[in-house]
């Protein structure tokens, strides 16, 4: 079984979105010594401002960390955490995609 490069590209845009969001979150985590959350954006205005490229990139992340931390403590259940992993990972191809543009931009290939 062989699988189509439209579909290996895919993958691969999927995993350089899924790395690159748990870079920056920890990355922020490591700076700031607050998790990356979304509550991030309630105290508005410059701060809120700034933080939102990192939120923009890291959000896989923090939705797959709220999801398992959530079925684990809470209970939520399973079709809820399925619907949340889609998200991620569609968020995850397409922060994916745009990092890998921007990076072929940059070495101008």
């Given at each position: 079984m062989a699988l189509e490069p439209s579909a290996l590209e895919a993958i691969e845009t999927l995993c350089i979105g899924l790395a690159l969001s748990g870079l920056l979150a920890s990355a922020y985590e490591l700076f700031?010594?607050?998790?990356?959350?979304f509550s991030l954006l309630e105290r508005g205005g410059v701060a809120a401002v700034a933080v939102l490229p990192v939120l923009a990139f890291s959000a896989p992340f923090i939705i797959l960390r709220n999801t398992v931390r959530g079925r684990r403590i809470e209970g939520r259940p399973i079709p809820?955490?399925?619907l949340a992993t889609m998200i991620a990972c569609g968020w995850s191809l397409v922060s994916g995609r745009i990092a890998i543009d921007l990076a072929a931009l940059l070495v101008g290939a």
């Open positions: 700031t010594e607050r998790r990356a959350s809820f955490v399925m």
